[in-house]
């Protein structure tokens, strides 16, 4: 899988949150797709996820165009404009950590934990009481399929 974003703006867009020392991560809150792309990456782009079957358990962690929402998880979050500041708590995590997410150097140098997926960090993250995090409101083009 390939992930990269669509504005030159977007490095910029990504980090300008960490000025508030509160923030640990942040990440994108659209998938974006471009109208050559597989049929599959422009669907699940637009879903929000890669795998339908989330949008039933409404854990996801992208903007989706059914719902209107980026989770459906109990979220609590504001509106800061350029992106959506929230704050997790470890009982109920979106599917976050993936596909352009960033978080501070000194928190993934003194992780200790299991990894078995990005979730995990975010977890013992949260676990531990750094749980805030922005969803910028950006996208990332991921290439889930190129074959067809």
């Known amino acids: 899988m390939i992930t990269f974003s669509l504005k030159k703006d977007w490095f910029k867009k990504m980090v300008k949150p960490f000025e508030d020392d509160e923030i640990i991560g942040s990440e ?19 879903l929000g996820m890669n795998d339908p079957l989330c949008l039933f358990i409404g854990n996801y962690d992208r903007y989706c165009y059914i719902t209107g929402k980026w989770t459906e998880m109990q979220v609590k979050q504001q509106d800061k404009g350029e992106y959506l500041q929230i704050e997790l708590n470890e009982k109920q995590i979106p599917t976050m950590g993936a596909n ?3 978080i501070k150097r000194k928190l993934i140098k003194n992780f200790k934990g299991d990894y078995l997926f990005d979730i995990d960090l975010v977890y013992n993250l949260v676990k531990n009481g750094e749980n ?5 409101k950006t996208g990332i083009l991921h290439l889930f399929s190129t074959h067809f």
């Open 100 to 102: 352009g997410f960033m």
């Open 28 to 46: 994108p809150l659209y998938y974006t797709y471009r109208k050559t792309d597989p049929i599959t990456t422009r669907y699940f782009a637009l």
């Open 132 to 136: 805030k995090f922005v969803k910028v």
